[in-house]
């Protein structure tokens, strides 16, 4: 092709230099346009050859269904709503969604673009970000701030949050759910005795002996010290008052490496009763595990 005279050199500069940054962003950069129609396509896309490759650019340009469906199942109905939204009050389209690469791998893009009436469409100008190394390094932060150190079981923080998720799924669906509240008997003692580091090693055992005693959909927590917390979606108090009996057995029929029968264990237990606030359930359960102390300890006592 015979060069453009009619471009000045400063100009083809600029191009050339726009063309190699473009090329070489972390990420893409776009145009998306909707027609009245509800039809999608990229009239023009730049960047990051792993999120699109060259081939399909063009495709993209008359069709963009080939890409969308690439999104997940899960986030497509979102960015869809989303997209109708940003078009419909022309405010900036923005969320993050997961890709399905060609090679099977999945990426998380963040998308941004602001939306502007053209040809009868809508027309976004935008940026996408493969943010998946981002949301990998939030996820394990949220998990660290979820768990106990010592146990890896949940944390007090996690389990309220748990909590209050299940309370509205018993008001929703008016399933039954239990709370169990375990505490350590004389664990003092044990410290003072065997030493702190055999007392971790005690909380570890338990943590485990907890998991090892419940369902899989049942979350064990440790609420700091020798507490433990217990929580049961989907399980009224007939079926729980065995449960937190077969546990209490197996805490004192095992041997914490100090000798059987030398850990036990008190526990109190509740149902949510609807309508109840969350602080409440849990007072009840903790009055439970009060009067299991008082009478004697080693015991499961479920206050009303
Ligand atoms: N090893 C160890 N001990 C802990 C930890 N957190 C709390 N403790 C100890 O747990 C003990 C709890 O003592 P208390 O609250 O008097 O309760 P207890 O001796 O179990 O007596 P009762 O609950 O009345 O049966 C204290 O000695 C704490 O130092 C921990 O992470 N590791």
């Given at each position: 092709m015979p060069a453009d005279d009619s471009v000045l050199p400063e100009t083809k500069e600029s191009l050339e230099q726009l063309k190699l940054m473009t090329e070489r962003i972390p990420g893409m950069i776009f145009q998306l346009f909707r027609s009245a129609s509800g039809q999608l396509r990229f009239p023009y896309l730049a960047g990051?050859?792993?999120?699109?490759r060259e081939g399909e650019r063009r495709l993209l340009a008359d069709d963009g269904s080939y890409a969308f469906e690439r999104i997940d199942a899960e986030d497509f109905p979102r960015l869809m709503a989303a997209i109708e939204r940003s078009a419909k009050s022309l405010t900036p389209l923005a969320m993050q969604f997961q890709l399905h690469q060609p090679c099977g791998e999945v990426r998380w893009i963040s998308v941004r673009a602001q939306p502007e009436w053209r040809c009868g469409g809508t027309l976004w100008h935008g940026l996408m970000m493969d943010v998946s190394e981002q949301v990998a390094h939030e996820a394990h932060l949220r998990e660290l701030s979820d768990t106990?150190?010592?146990?890896g079981l949940a944390n007090r923080r996690k389990l309220m949050c748990r909590l209050d998720e299940e309370i509205s799924s018993a008001r929703r669906h008016g399933s039954p759910l239990s709370l169990m509240l375990l505490d350590l008997d004389h664990f003092k003692g044990i410290n003072d005795t065997w030493g702190h580091l055999q007392g971790d090693q005690v909380l570890e055992d338990l943590a485990r002996l907890c998991q090892q005693q419940l369902r899989e959909e049942d979350i064990s927590a440790r609420l700091g010290g020798e507490e433990f917390a217990m929580l049961l979606p989907v399980t009224p108090l007939s079926h729980c008052l065995p449960l937190a009996e077969r546990l209490r057995k197996a805490i004192a029929a095992y041997?914490?490496?100090?000798?059987?029968?030398?850990v036990t264990a008190s526990i109190g237990i509740a149902e949510y009763r609807l309508g109840e606030p969350r602080d409440a359930f849990i007072e009840r359960a903790d009055r439970g595990l009060y009067a299991a102390k008082h009478q004697g300890r080693n015991r499961v006592v479920s206050e009303p």
């Open positions: 990051n050859a792993t999120l699109v106990d150190e010592l146990t041997d914490f490496g100090i000798g059987q029968g030398k």
